[in-house]
C-alpha cells in the first residue's frame, strides 16, 4: 500500500468515528489536539487513527510520550514512538520523569500520578488543551472490577469518564466502548503496511501490579464462564456515572449552604453539623473533589468526620488537623480548612 493509499483507505471506520464523537461532543471542537503515545498497541493505533482523522479534518495533531524510567528498554521505546510519529509525519514531544517507588500509595498510582503531571506540562508547553488516550472498553471493565475490589462508591464504580478535566487539560477517551480485539487488529495490519510494531511492556503481564493480576487471573476466568461480561460491567459503569451526576448535584446545594469561602477552601463546620450523616460524607467528597484531592478510604472518612464532630462538641476554640495524603485537613474558629501546606 502506498502513502497516499495508506492516508485514504486505512483505518477502521467505527474507531475513526468514535474519535469524530468525542471531539464533536466539547463545547468548542478544538483545532490543535494531541495523543498520549506510550508505544503499547493502544495508544499506537489511537495515535494512527488520530493522524488519519487530523488529516481529514485539517487538524494540527500532536504526540506526547512520557518516559518513566522504570524498565530497562524505556529508551528504546522512546525511540520507537519518535519513529512511528515521523513514520505519520506528527511531530513527537517526550518528558523524562521521576516516578516515587516508594510512594504510600504505590507504584501504579505514584507513576500515573507522574505521567499526568508530565502530560499536563507537555500541553502547557505546546498551549493546547485536549489530549486524547487510549482506554478501551476492557480497561474499563477492569478498573470496574478493580474499584469494587477497593470499596469505591457510585463515584468510583463510574470508573473512567469519556471526558475529564485536570489541571486545565481536558482528556478525551474516544474508545471506552471499543473492544481491545478491534484495535489489535488494526495493530496487526498497520504492522504488515509499515513494518512498525508496539512495543511490549512486560509489566502489563506481571501480576505483582494490582491491574496485571486482574487481568492474567480474573479476566480469563471471567472471559469463560461469563462471555461478554465487560459489556455488562461497562454498562454498570455508565448507570453508576448516572447515580453519581445527581449525588454531586445533591453535593453541590448542600456545599452551597455551607458559607463556602470564594475560593472554595473551607466552610462552616457549624452548618455542616446540621446536615445528615450521609449527606455530611457525602459534601467532605464532594469538597475533595472540587480540589482534585484523591478519596480517602471509608475508614479515612469516617474518622474525619468523628474528629470534626467532636471538635464542634467541645467548642470552636479547639483546633483539629488531619493529614491526608499530601493535604491536612484542618478547623479552626469554626471553620474547615483544605491546607497544601507541609506540616501543622
Known amino acids: 500500500m502506498s502513502l497516499d493509499a495508506f492516508w485514504s483507505g486505512f483505518g477502521s471506520p467505527d474507531l475513526l468515528q468514535a474519535i469524530g464523537r468525542s471531539l464533536a461532543g466539547l463545547p468548542q471542537p478544538p483545532r490543535r489536539i494531541a495523543v498520549a503515545l506510550s508505544g503499547g498497541a493502544d495508544s499506537a493505533m489511537l495515535a494512527v487513527h488520530a493522524a488519519i482523522f487530523a488529516r481529514r479534518r485539517n487538524l494540527e495533531l500532536h504526540c506526547f510520550h512520557v518516559h518513566h524510567g522504570l524498565q530497562a528498554p524505556a529508551e528504546r521505546w522512546q525511540a520507537h514512538v519518535h519513529d512511528l510519529?515521523?513514520?505519520?509525519?506528527?511531530?513527537?514531544?517526550?518528558?523524562?520523569?521521576?516516578?516515587?517507588?516508594?510512594?504510600?500509595?504505590?507504584?501504579?498510582?505514584?507513576?500515573?500520578?507522574?505521567?499526568?503531571?508530565?502530560?499536563?506540562?507537555?500541553?502547557?508547553?505546546?498551549?493546547?488543551?485536549?489530549?486524547?488516550?487510549?482506554?478501551?472498553?476492557?480497561?474499563?471493565?477492569?478498573?470496574?472490577?478493580?474499584?469494587?475490589?477497593?470499596?469505591?462508591?457510585?463515584?468510583?464504580?463510574?470508573?473512567?469518564?469519556?471526558?475529564?478535566?485536570?489541571?486545565?487539560?481536558?482528556?478525551?477517551?474516544?474508545?471506552?466502548?471499543v473492544d481491545r480485539a478491534d484495535i489489535l487488529a488494526q495493530a496487526s495490519q498497520f504492522f504488515l503496511i509499515s513494518g512498525w510494531g508496539p512495543v511490549q511492556d512486560p509489566t502489563n503481564a506481571d501480576d505483582k501490579y494490582t491491574r496485571a493480576a486482574v487481568r492474567e487471573r480474573l479476566v480469563p476466568a471471567l472471559n469463560e464462564r461469563w462471555p461478554g461480561w465487560q459489556g455488562t460491567v461497562t454498562r454498570h459503569a455508565r448507570q453508576s456515572a448516572q447515580v453519581q451526576e445527581v449525588l454531586d448535584e445533591v453535593a453541590a446545594q448542600d456545599f452551597a449552604g455551607l458559607a463556602p469561602d470564594?475560593?472554595?477552601?473551607?466552610?462552616?463546620?457549624?452548618?455542616?453539623?446540621?446536615?445528615?450523616?450521609?449527606?455530611?460524607?457525602?459534601?467532605?467528597?464532594?469538597?475533595?473533589?472540587?480540589?482534585?484531592?484523591?478519596?480517602?478510604?471509608?475508614?479515612?472518612?469516617?474518622?474525619?468526620?468523628?474528629?470534626?464532630?467532636?471538635?464542634?462538641?467541645?467548642?470552636?476554640?479547639?483546633?483539629?488537623?488531619?493529614?491526608?495524603?499530601?493535604?491536612?485537613?484542618?478547623?479552626?474558629?469554626?471553620?474547615?480548612?483544605l491546607d497544601t501546606g507541609q506540616g501543622a
Not at 88 to 112: F, K, M
Open 262 to 337: 470564594p475560593d472554595g477552601i473551607s466552610f462552616s463546620l457549624a452548618a455542616w453539623r446540621l446536615l445528615s450523616v450521609a449527606r455530611q460524607a457525602l459534601v467532605l467528597r464532594y469538597w475533595l473533589s472540587l480540589h482534585g484531592v484523591r478519596m480517602p478510604t471509608e475508614a479515612r472518612l469516617l474518622d474525619i468526620m468523628k474528629q470534626l464532630r467532636g471538635l464542634h462538641a467541645m467548642g470552636h476554640d479547639r483546633q483539629m488537623q488531619v493529614k491526608h495524603g499530601s493535604v491536612w485537613v484542618r478547623c479552626t474558629r469554626g471553620r474547615v480548612w
Open 85 to 177: 510519529a515521523q513514520w505519520l509525519g506528527v511531530p513527537c514531544h517526550s518528558l523524562v520523569v521521576r516516578v516515587d517507588t516508594a510512594s504510600s500509595a504505590g507504584i501504579e498510582s505514584a507513576a500515573r500520578d507522574a505521567r499526568y503531571d508530565a502530560l499536563g506540562q507537555l500541553a502547557e508547553r505546546m498551549a493546547l488543551q485536549h489530549i486524547l488516550l487510549a482506554h478501551h472498553r476492557n480497561d474499563q471493565a477492569e478498573t470496574v472490577i478493580l474499584r469494587l475490589l477497593r470499596g469505591s462508591g457510585p463515584g468510583g464504580l463510574a470508573a473512567m469518564s469519556d471526558v475529564t478535566h485536570r489541571q486545565g487539560v481536558t482528556y478525551l477517551r474516544p474508545w471506552l466502548a
